[in-house]
DNA sequence: CTCGGGTGGTTTTAATTTGAAACCATCGTG
DNA sequence: CACGATGGTTTCAAATTAAAACCACCCGAG
């Protein structure tokens, strides 16, 4: 972990989170966390990943606060992993990266899961990016500002 | 690249993008070409990265349609990398990745740059996932679906 | 033309990370 | 208490990453 950034000391705000979950792994385990998986062996199932390395990614994630242990769900001593708020904050990146791929990963008439509304089983909208005035703005309508000048 | 997957053929809609996009430096790149940088050099100084690593990246994201070359734009004889519309389909992305990465990583009194409306200076809004019927909706009001069955 | 510096890489080699498998401690049930 | 399941850690080989040296080409000055 934390890759050394050479040129300049202060991270900037893609690549300081970039530090915590910049790997294949972690958001994975992430999306699995969100889909309801707690324990160990069910991450390790499910993603088929080498123990070792699950170890040190849930310890990463841990280490990051992003996701915590708590005692136990079912009364026995073992513990489980659940996101932290935090964790939970990436749920829109991650609703990012899965249109993404539908949208440039899939062939047109490849099936694929849905992310959909609970309450009524419609497939959700498109993540949209507004301006304060509401207006839908893509990536020619931004730019980056430095922190305003003392 | 292409990290075996290793108890299922098909990649889901999340892992998949991860094949092209999913370490350190390729969202880095992206986002240095939002920002307008096109030049191999002008990568290298803004991320600081070892040139071999820079080369294997931006080959990868050409293999995978992200970003192209594109002859030249002053001229001269060299080569220039901008983003395609799959790289350009990024961009919820990026901002989902800063804006948690405001949200968790930085102390409230410390500055970061900001993403700004063009048109007027204001930040942006806040990514928003809605349903069909407008709601704005957070993990909890999610599910994943798998394809209709046939 | 040819010298020399800037640009855009590749090659070489060492260090770090990853991954598979074996090992081990604890839990929980019969 | 025995025994399988759970939740890891350790060991070691393989793959990846990184730093540095090297090299080819473009291009302007003389």
Not at 13 to 41: E, H, K, M, N, Q
Not at 116 to 124: A, E, I, Q, S
Request: aromatic content about 8%; glycine content about 8%; overall charge neutral.
């Amino acid at each position: 972990m934390a890759k050394r950034v050479s040129h300049r000391d202060s991270m900037c705000g893609v690549a300081r989170p970039l530090d915590a979950i910049g790997d294949w792994w972690s958001l994975l385990i992430v999306r699995d966390a969100f889909d309801g998986l707690r324990r160990f062996g069910e991450f390790q199932k499910s993603l088929g990943l080498a123990k070792n390395i699950l170890s040190a990614r849930l310890r990463n994630l841990l280490a990051h606060g992003i996701m915590e242990t708590v005692p136990a769900a079912d009364g026995s001593a073992y513990q489980e992993y659940v996101l932290t708020e935090k964790g939970r904050g990436l749920f829109p990146l991650l609703v990012a990266l899965r249109q993404w791929g539908e949208d440039f990963f899939f062939e047109p008439d490849e099936a694929h899961v849905l992310l959909v509304d609970r309450k009524n089983g419609l497939p959700v909208r498109r993540l949209e990016l507004r301006a304060q005035d509401g207006r839908v703005v893509g990536a020619e309508d931004t730019m980056v500002r430095l922190p305003s000048a003392s």
